[in-house]
């Protein structure tokens, strides 16, 4: 089947940890994003990428980090600098053809809680 | 810039009626519109798109939206709820003005539906 996958589905950290949230797709989609969801709001941009080896800081980047090493990944670090990480976060691609980006698709999310 | 208002936090009806989930829009380009839905602790799934052709636009589940430029709204309908509607819906306007497909999302809309 094609699509985006996230894991771990749960995760739980420490303060002052890093942890890693993954995500892969196999829809061959160019660009993929990272978003913040809080409980009662939208989804909040975080890092975006349009190409491999490539990627801008989103609305709410201060925090995390990203990678995008294959055209099929784009992990996510959320650092010990982020203030407050418990949420929920959820990737998506989509693909650009010339000008036009087509609609975003999205993984399963991860929820990740500070303890 | 380009911004989006859904109108109503919760909406509640009983099964087999008809649903109305409001959304009104601001948009300095001839905007891109979507309709997403996400079931508790899920992704988001693409319930329909407008993207300049047809006002009224078709999408899965039964359910429709009509693009009304007049009164900048994209009110997402369906004539029957069913008990498996319940879920958070998102309103959603695309802003191509930084170079790439970033999506502003409405707060959400969570939709109960009673037998």
């Known amino acids: 089947d094609g699509g985006i996958t996230q894991s771990p589905k749960y995760l739980f950290r420490k303060e002052g940890q890093n942890v890693t949230l993954s995500c892969e797709q196999n829809?061959?989609?160019?660009?993929m994003y990272w978003y913040r969801q809080d409980p009662g709001q939208g989804l909040r941009l975080i890092y975006y990428?349009?190409?491999?080896?490539?990627?801008q800081k989103g609305d709410i980047a201060e925090g995390y980090s990203v990678s995008r090493e294959k055209k099929e990944s784009f992990p996510l670090t959320v650092t010990s600098a982020q203030k407050n990480p418990t949420a929920f976060y959820l990737c998506?691609?989509?693909?650009?053809?010339?000008?036009?980006?087509?609609?975003?698709?999205f993984g399963p999310g991860t929820r990740l809680t500070v303890l | 810039a380009q911004s989006v208002t859904q109108l109503d936090s919760h909406v509640s009806v009983s099964e087999g009626t008809p649903v109305l989930l409001r959304c009104n829009y601001s948009?300095?380009?001839?905007?891109?519109l979507f309709w997403y839905v996400q079931h508790p602790n899920k992704g988001l799934q693409l319930l329909l798109k407008?993207?300049?052709?047809?006002?009224l636009v078709k999408g899965i589940n039964g359910f429709e939206a009509e693009f009304k430029k007049s009164e900048t709204s994209f009110h997402l309908t369906k004539p029957s709820a069913h008990m498996s509607d319940a879920a958070e819906y998102f309103c959603?306007?695309?802003?191509?003005?930084?170079?790439?497909?970033?999506?502003?999302f409405g707060a959400g809309t969570r939709l109960a539906v009673h037998p």
């Open positions: 407008y993207t300049s052709a047809a006002t």
């Open positions: 990428s349009q190409i491999v080896n490539d990627f």
């Open positions: 948009s300095s380009y001839s905007p891109s």
């Open positions: 959603v306007v695309s802003d191509p003005s930084g170079g790439y497909n970033k999506l502003i």
């Open positions: 829809l061959n989609h160019d660009a």
């Open positions: 998506a691609s989509s693909s650009i053809a010339g000008n036009h980006y087509n609609e975003q698709f």
